[in-house]
């Protein structure tokens, strides 16, 4: 083994040819970027979407629709999932902390209770907000439905 005998791993190199190492590499002078212009110059990058100067397609597409920075996201919890929780904890008291530690909702998640499904045990259930149809339910059942 020499020297001159040494070559890399098979794969473990992709370039062929040496950008930039004068001119009898074939790749010297402009180095394939070309000739002016920001794309030529060390440092340059390009912002995300920029089209070379072409006014961009987010820009050019229209924009519709209306995004209300004052809702309020619920996460969405059926009277048939509280009677399932209730059946395999045999739990009365349903609260907020209750439903996270069943992972059906996160510490800063809201929590609406809605009326599909059945109920059959009595159960107090402590949320952000209630539908009509599950505080009948409910109450039906002679629990109690308090809003945070």
Do not use: C, W
């Amino acid at each position: 083994m020499k020297l001159q005998n040494l070559t890399p791993a098979a794969g473990s190199t992709h370039k062929t040819k040496r950008i930039g190492r004068g001119e009898g590499s074939g790749r010297g002078g402009t180095s394939t970027r070309g000739h002016k212009g920001a794309q030529s110059r060390s440092g340059y990058s390009h912002k995300k979407g920029f089209e070379g100067g072409q006014m961009p397609m987010q820009r050019r597409l229209p924009k519709f629709g209306f995004n209300n920075i004052n809702r309020i996201e619920y996460k969405a919890i059926n009277i048939s999932t509280l009677q399932a929780i209730a059946d395999k904890t045999a739990a009365t008291d349903i609260t907020i902390e209750t439903l996270i530690k069943a992972g059906l909702a996160s510490k800063n998640s809201r929590i609406k209770v809605l009326g599909n499904g059945t109920l059959t045990a009595k159960l107090n259930v402590t949320a952000h907000a209630f539908s009509k149809s599950a505080i009948a339910a409910i109450e039906a059942q002679q629990g109690t439905a308090t809003k945070l």
